[in-house]
């Protein structure tokens, strides 16, 4: 069920090989470290997950987490963030009131720099 798949190894092991020939077999798209390219930027790495289908919840850089009923979201910049989740979710803030709580798929909000909120998510 894998859209994509990153391998951060320039010389993957023996299993790391297998998960590439598997990727290769599956026409799972992937990228990957090598000698000629040890590392990808965080530009070309989202680039490459769009590109997949993968669905990205912000393409402005924050950290997200968002698992078992629970939106995390860790900001970048003081600028208004804008998260778009995969469908329509009950959103209840949890640790900001500078949301109110809505039946939606986006959020958008203002937050410091670097600031963590939380927010319950659920069908």
Partial sequence: NY????????????????????????DIPYIS???????YTADEILDFLISSDVHC???DGCVIYCSNGILAVHTVSDKETKIVLPQKYKIK??????????????IT?????YTTLLFEISL
Avoid at 10 to 25: H, Q, R, T, Y
Avoid at 93 to 106: G, L, R
Avoid at 109 to 113: K, L
């Fill in 109 to 113: 909000f203002t937050a410091p720099e």
């Fill in 93 to 106: 803030p949890i640790t900001t009131s500078a949301i109110i709580e809505c039946d939606s798929n986006t």
């Fill in 3 to 26: 859209k994509a798949a990153i391998f951060t190894a320039p010389l993957p092991s023996a299993s790391g090989k297998d998960a590439i020939n598997s990727c290769e077999n599956l």
């Fill in 57 to 59: 919840y912000n393409t």
């Fill in 33 to 39: 470290a090598s000698q000629d390219k040890p590392s």
